[in-house]
T-cell receptor, first 116, second 115 residues
Framework: AQKITQTQPGMFVQEKEAVTLDCTYDTSDPSYGLFWYKQPSSGEMIFLIYQGSYDQQNATEGRYSLNFQKARKSANLVISASQLGDSAMYFC?????????????FGTGTSLTVIP | NAGVTQTPKFQVLKTGQSMTLQCAQDMNHEYMSWYRQDPGMGLRLIHYSVGAGITDQGEVPNGYNVSRSTTEDFPLRLLSAAPSQTSVYFCATNEAGTFLEAEQYFGPGTRLTVT
C-alpha cells in the first residue's frame, strides 16, 4: 500500500509567486517524521524541511514551510517567492519506527518548473 | 569532509554478473541505508544498518546483500544482476539515535545498467 502519495506529477509556477506541492501519507503509528527533499537535475538529494508527528506548529525553513494537517494526513510543502533555482523534483518522505524496524518511505515526486 | 561518497558513478553489467557498490561516510553516523530510484517510483529502501555488525531489510531487499563491518563503510552487493536492477542507487546516512526526525545525507548516486 502506498504510504506517501504525491498526486501532482508536474507543476508550473511564475517566478516570485508561491506554490504548494501536495503530499498525503498513510500510517496508523502515532510517531512518525515527515520530510521534503529536493532533487535538481544534477541528481543529488537535498533536505529541505522536517515535521514531527507531535509538533504543534508548522515547520518553516526560510522560503519553505510545511502545512501539516494531521487529521487529513497531509504535509504539503509551500515555497514562497519562487526562484528559477527552485526548478527540480520534490519528494515527500516519511520515517516510521515500527514492528518491522526503521522504515523510510518516499513519494513518487513532483516536478516543479519555475517560469521566468 | 567528504560527507557521503559512492563509487562507481556509472556501471554497466551483463545479466548474471556480480558487483559491489561502495558507500563511505566520514560523518560518524551510525545509521546508513541504500535506496534505489526508478522512474515514476520515487526512492525505495533496500537495506539499512543501525551500526557496525547490524543490518536489516527495507522495502525491496531481494537480490541485494549488505554487510557493515565498520561505521564508515556500507557496501551493497548484487550477487547475480538482473535487468530489473537497472536503477540509480543512493546511499544515505543519518544519526540513528533520532531516526524519526533525522535528516538523511545522500551520496551522489550510482547509475547502474544491467543488459
Amino acid at each position: 500500500a502506498q504510504k506517501i502519495t504525491q498526486t501532482q506529477p508536474g507543476m508550473f509556477v511564475q517566478e516570485k509567486e508561491a506554490v504548494t506541492l501536495d503530499c498525503t501519507y498513510d500510517t496508523s503509528d502515532p510517531s512518525y517524521g515527515l520530510f521534503w527533499y529536493k532533487q535538481p537535475s544534477s541528481g543529488e538529494m537535498i533536505f529541505l524541511i522536517y515535521q514531527g508527528s507531535y509538533d504543534q506548529q508548522n515547520a518553516t525553513e526560510g522560503r519553505y514551510s510545511l502545512n501539516f494537517q494531521k487529521a487529513r494526513k497531509s504535509a504539503n510543502l509551500v515555497i514562497s517567492a519562487s526562484q528559477l533555482g527552485d526548478s527540480a523534483m520534490y519528494f515527500c518522505a516519511m520515517t516510521l519506527q515500527g514492528n518491522t524496524g526503521n522504515q523510510f518511505y518516499f513519494g513518487t515526486g513532483t516536478s516543479l518548473t519555475v517560469i521566468p | 569532509n567528504a560527507g557521503v561518497t559512492q563509487t562507481p558513478k556509472f556501471q554497466v553489467l551483463k545479466t548474471g554478473q556480480s558487483m559491489t557498490l561502495q558507500c563511505a561516510q566520514d560523518m560518524n553516523h551510525e545509521y546508513m541505508s541504500w535506496y534505489r530510484q526508478d522512474p515514476g517510483m520515487g526512492l525505495r529502501l533496500i537495506h539499512y544498518s543501525v551500526g557496525a555488525g547490524i543490518t536489516d531489510q527495507g522495502e525491496v531487499p531481494n537480490g541485494y546483500n549488505v554487510s557493515r563491518s565498520t561505521t564508515e563503510d556500507f557496501p551493497l552487493r548484487l550477487l547475480s544482476a538482473a535487468p530489473s536492477q537497472t536503477s540509480v542507487y543512493f546511499c544515505a546516512t543519518n544519526e540513528a539515535g533520532t531516526f524519526l526526525e533525522a535528516e538523511q545525507y545522500f551520496g551522489p548516486g550510482t547509475r547502474l545498467t544491467v543488459t
